[in-house]
């Protein structure tokens, strides 16, 4: 079992940057992947970004419609990672969810969720 929790969520302007962190419970943490997910309201989760497990070379997936503008990186050391958010948009509010398991942009390949952190973007 990992338990993930999130934090850094918050109200910004758009054009403006955040950063997202995600603190694992266990050091089993670095033996999956982790992704980032968000979910709008009425709508439903979408795949945001991914990078692989530590053995994985750290591989990256992202959605094109954070290409360019998100970066995710990871502590294998540290039980960590966390989601760079640049030129935000309005359109990028959400509640954003890490998530543990396998590399992919599928909800349902990953076994662990965290609570999520609301980020607002403000026009």
């Known amino acids: 079992q990992v338990q993930l929790v999130e934090s850094g969520g918050g109200l910004v302007q758009a054009g403006g940057s955040l950063r997202l962190s995600c603190a694992a419970s266990?050091?089993?943490?670095?033996?999956?992947?982790m992704g980032w997910f968000r979910q709008a309201p009425g709508k439903e989760r979408e795949f945001v970004a991914a990078i692989g497990s530590s053995w994985s070379g750290s591989m990256t997936k992202y959605a094109d419609s954070v290409k360019g503008r998100f970066t995710i990186s990871r502590d294998y050391a540290k039980n960590t990672g966390s989601l760079q958010m640049n030129s935000l948009q309005p359109e990028d509010t959400a509640v954003y969810y890490c998530?543990?398991?396998?590399?992919?942009?599928?909800?349902?390949?990953?076994?662990?969720w965290g609570q999520g952190t609301q980020v607002t973007v403000s026009s």
């Open positions: 998530a543990a398991g396998s590399l992919s942009d599928d909800a349902t390949s990953y076994a662990y």
């Open positions: 266990r050091r089993t943490f670095s033996n999956y992947a």
